[in-house]
């Protein structure tokens, strides 16, 4: 870390110290005002966001798009539409005198911190930056250096849609994040591993900073007999597949009954085929997302030769290729708890298949392990619906379908325990960068 980097961000920092009395104080409209801007702002390089997130992971137009450009949209426009409604003082009375009052009033929590993950670099990074803006902070915003192309249009956009002193922007590697931490942040907002949010909890207790962090877990699936084969495996060729599996809750591993599971994986394979690959197998560069950088592939490919040794048996795909980091879409059946695949959250374009018998012993499984950043569950039976959701515990849960309750923007997502702490989106995000604070009013 350079002194001149070092003295760069303080001085920023304490500028935005000094600011932050101001937009405590600024109206519905004011917010409004600057997320209208900023979505301007956004809109106007949309092609420039696209374009550089591709040359930092060569991901589809198409996929980016939909998830970094409307996503971010989405969240922005979610924020301007409610805000009056959630800055509004709600009543609730007072249980010691039926003639006193109380209320609850949202308040900014000052100068945050965003630290947004490669995965999707743009779009959890904006979002809850739109959040925070909503909620009246100052913040501070920081992409991961594995995607500097989109790191360097984030600033562009940031720079040309807010003052510093109101939003600034830092670019750089790990160290940077690392000199970030040790300010003394009112809140702050990390997206990434549950490895590195262990270290951003550490520094933010340094200073008794609130978090919030979206961390990631092995989320499981289970197939129910009876339930419509096809249909599910078209939501999980989706949801595991888009990005190259590199989602933070994409299904990491299935449950299915035996009798099924042959069933199952020749309607995967020929929607994977359609969707991703190439005629001969392999996938098609221009549908399918390469992994992040190096020492992932190699990461995830040291979990697929150790599955392999131990009789873990290829269903589909297996095709690895290190010169452009392709690894192709690929089932696993005969997989085992005690394989490494199923220590670690896999993060790439490989689904491990395991057979149950009974669901009480698939319940035991997930509940020995780490709680996940989501559950899911295909069934049409609504006793093991309820059995399944009232037994287990995960950040969200999803019926008879994957992934898609991120974007529902009437639930909070986020983790619990390893895989995160807090939640956001929509009203959740507001509360989230606001403190909520009680007010009593006695009777005269």
């Known amino acids: 870390m350079d002194i001149e980097t070092k003295n760069e961000i303080n001085r920023v920092f304490q500028l935005q110290k000094k600011h932050q009395k101001v937009l405590r104080s600024t109206t519905a409209e004011q917010r409004k ?75 900014s929590k000052g100068t945050c911190l965003v630290l947004g993950p490669w995965n999707y670099p743009f779009m959890l990074t904006m979002a809850p930056l739109a959040a925070a803006i909503a909620a009246g902070n100052c913040a501070i915003i920081k992409l991961s250096d594995f995607t500097m192309k989109t790191s360097n249009i984030a600033a562009k956009i940031i720079r040309e849609a807010f003052d510093e002193k109101e939003v600034a922007i830092f670019e750089g590697d790990v160290d940077v994040a690392t000199e970030l931490l040790e300010q003394p942040f009112d809140h702050i907002f990390f997206t990434g591993s549950t490895n590195v949010g262990k270290i951003v909890m550490t520094a933010a207790a340094k200073h008794l900073s609130s978090v919030t962090l979206e961390l990631g877990g092995k989320s499981p699936t289970i197939i129910d007999e009876g339930y419509d084969l096809l249909d599910a495996a078209k939501k999980i060729a989706v949801g595991k597949f888009v990005n190259a ?138 006793e093991v619906i309820d059995e399944v959701l009232n037994h287990t515990t995960s950040g969200n849960a999803s019926v008879n379908d994957v992934v898609v309750h991120f974007t529902d923007y009437n639930l909070p997502f986020g983790g619990v325990n390893t895989s995160g702490i807090g939640s956001y989106h929509g009203i959740y995000g507001f509360k989230a960068f606001s403190h909520e604070k009680g007010v009593f009013v006695q009777a005269k």
């Open 33 to 107: 005002g600057k997320l209208k801007r900023f979505l301007e702002v956004v809109v106007a390089h949309e092609e420039e966001i696209i374009e550089a997130v591709r040359q930092d992971v060569r991901k589809p137009h198409h996929e980016v798009k939909r998830a970094e450009i409307l996503g971010t949209i989405k969240s922005i426009q979610d924020n301007i539409n409610n805000l009056d409604e959630w800055m509004a003082p709600i009543e609730v009375g007072s249980s010691l005198n039926p003639d006193a009052n109380g209320y609850l009033m949202y308040e």
């Open 245 to 382: 599996g590199q989602t933070c809750i994409a299904p990491d591993y299935i449950f299915i009954k035996e009798d099924q599971q042959t069933e199952f994986t020749d309607h995967l394979q020929a929607i994977v085929q359609a969707g991703f690959l190439m005629e001969d197998g392999t996938a098609d560069r221009n549908k399918f997302t390469q992994i992040v950088n190096e020492r992932n592939f190699n990461r995830v490919k040291a979990l697929y030769d150790d599955a392999i040794e131990q009789g873990a048996e290829v269903v589909f795909g297996g095709q690895f290729d290190l010169s452009d980091r392709t690894i192709s879409p690929t089932v696993l059946k005969h997989v085992t708890h005690d394989m490494k695949i199923m220590q670690e959250e896999i993060f790439a374009p490989i689904l491990p298949l395991l057979t149950y018998d009974e669901l009480e012993g698939v319940i035991d499984s997930i509940n020995e392990r780490d709680k996940p950043l989501a559950l899911y569950v295909f069934s049409s039976n609504q």
